[in-house]
């Protein structure tokens, strides 16, 4: 991968990135718009103007439907300072461009157009859009080499220059040979945007506005341009559901790479699902099948084993998590700590070396350091109303099969009887029992099989005399 550093442009120069993310993508088939469709836990949308800020880019606006007050709050959820602008008619991607004039108008040095349904384009590549407008360049091109051209737009070049864009349905039968394509993005030098786009028309086979038209009227008023070259898979766009897996297979096969890269062990990577933000530290070691959701940072050391879900989690160094564990928003799962099979955590805090082996939910708790939890254990924290805490000390053994009833707090040092229904605080080193007292009848076994099935009498009869004799 080449460093950004390979095509920086001057820090002085402002760059405005318009996104078009009007399209309603009805080949879907969803209720929701195509850009809010999730990649990695991430909307594509929120993709692309992530890496437009990682890349440099000053100002955002995004153009939007009419109605579209979903696909405006996203934007703003994660980039407040994006202007929002709708495309009222779809009469071509061009239009769809100079729907955003006021933030054209307002001057850039650099003007960017992106999709919001080609979430793949990197950092890199949209610097390297930019750097020829730094050398002179009046527009630039993003293009790659097809595999299969097919509707795709063709470049018309001569030597290393642009001539002209030319789409699938207005191309010549040799026009369609050409395998070099058009990626769809765009650079366009700051002063000359408006004037370019404003000169577009539509006398083409499908009567839009193309913004591809730009290239030759750019070069019929003697300014120069240029070509960027990417790969086939970055300028991937989403159309269906089957382009939406297919871009999530090349992000996660991206992410398991660079957590490879960074210093992680992944047992079976083809196996493994991140999400955009996930964290990993050095010598983490994440077995087979396992999910991370958003917000999870897993520090140096830890051990992920096989079949576990993660979201909204923070697992210290030297931690083991599964398998089979579920963690939900707000586990924190503290230094060399355990959590085992068939263990469900929310909200809750594991102190270091606390151990949670297996069968057990913990939610809306705090759990000091070298703590054991015994299987079956289940803090009840909710009564249908109302969430409550479960405080457990320093160094408390809570036996098997237990039932701590929240608001509660149990001692440093304290135990817990197996099989016991907690209601009230424990004290530090106290023992804590709710259960009832056994009780022992010798012999009686003898005399119940004896009574439950008597000669001749049917299944039905001894099971009503069974329920008889039971005496609790």
């Known amino acids: 991968m080449t460093s950004i550093d390979a095509f920086k442009t001057p820090s002085s120069r402002s760059c405005l990135a318009v996104v078009l993310a009007a399209g309603e993508g009805t080949r879907m088939k969803s209720g929701k718009p195509k850009v809010l469709h999730q990649v990695a836990n991430r909307s594509m949308v929120g993709h692309v103007l992530a890496t437009l800020t990682k890349a440099g880019a000053t100002s955002v606006a995004v153009v939007i439907g009419p109605d579209r007050e979903d696909v405006a709050k996203e934007v703003q959820k994660g980039f407040p300072e994006a202007r929002i602008f709708v495309q009222k008619d779809r009469l071509g991607t061009a239009h769809a461009v100079l729907s955003a004039r006021e933030a054209l108008e307002l001057g850039a040095d650099d003007v960017i157009v992106a999709f919001g349904d080609t979430p793949l384009v990197l950092a890199e590549t949209f610097a390297k859009l930019r750097a020829p407008l730094a050398q002179g360049a009046g527009v630039v091109a993003m293009g790659f080499e097809a595999k299969d051209p097919t509707g795709y737009g063709r470049f018309i070049t001569s030597g290393d220059e642009l001539r002209a864009i030319r789409e699938h349905k207005d191309a010549s039968v040799d026009e369609r040979e050409i395998t070099l394509c058009n990626g769809g993005l765009m650079a366009i030098r700051g002063d000359l945007a408006l004037m370019l786009l404003d000169r577009v028309g539509n006398d083409n086979a499908k009567g839009e506005y193309y ?20 790969p086939e898979e970055e300028v991937h766009g989403v159309n269906d559901r089957a382009q939406l897996a297919a871009a999530e297979h090349m992000i996660q096969g991206r992410l398991r790479e660079e957590a ?14 991140f999400s955009h933000d996930t964290q990993l530290g050095q010598d983490v070691v994440v077995e087979p099948h396992v999910v991370f959701g958003p917000g999870v940072v897993v520090e140096e050391g830890a051990v992920v084993h096989s079949f576990s879900h993660l979201e909204g989690t923070r697992i210290a160094s030297g931690a083991g998590v599964g398998p089979f564990a579920r963690l939900r928003p707000g586990a924190r799962i503290g230094p060399k700590a355990k959590v085992g099979n068939f263990v469900e955590i929310k909200n809750t805090e594991l102190g270091a070396g606390a151990k949670v082996s297996h069968l057990t939910y913990l939610g809306d708790a705090s759990i000091g350091a070298e703590a054991n939890i015994g299987a079956g254990t289940i803090t009840c924290n909710y009564d249908g109303f109302g969430k409550y805490r479960t405080e457990i000390g320093e160094g408390a053994f809570i036996g098997s099969n237990s039932s701590l009833v929240a608001p509660i707090t149990i001692g440093k040092g304290a135990f817990v009887g197996s099989g016991s229904v907690i209601t009230d605080d424990i004290p530090d080193n106290a023992l804590g029992l709710g259960r009832g007292r056994q009780i022992v009848k010798e012999g009686w076994a003898i005399e119940f099989r004896h009574k439950a099935r008597p000669p001749g009498r049917n299944n039905r009869s001894c099971h009503n005399r069974l329920r008889k004799l039971i005496p609790f």
């Open 260 to 273: 490879m890269a960074s210093g992680v062990t992944l047992i079976a990577p083809e196996t493994v699902f």
């Open 211 to 230: 913004l591809t038209d730009i290239v030759e009227i750019a070069r019929d008023l003697g300014h120069r341009t240029a070509i960027a070259i990417v």
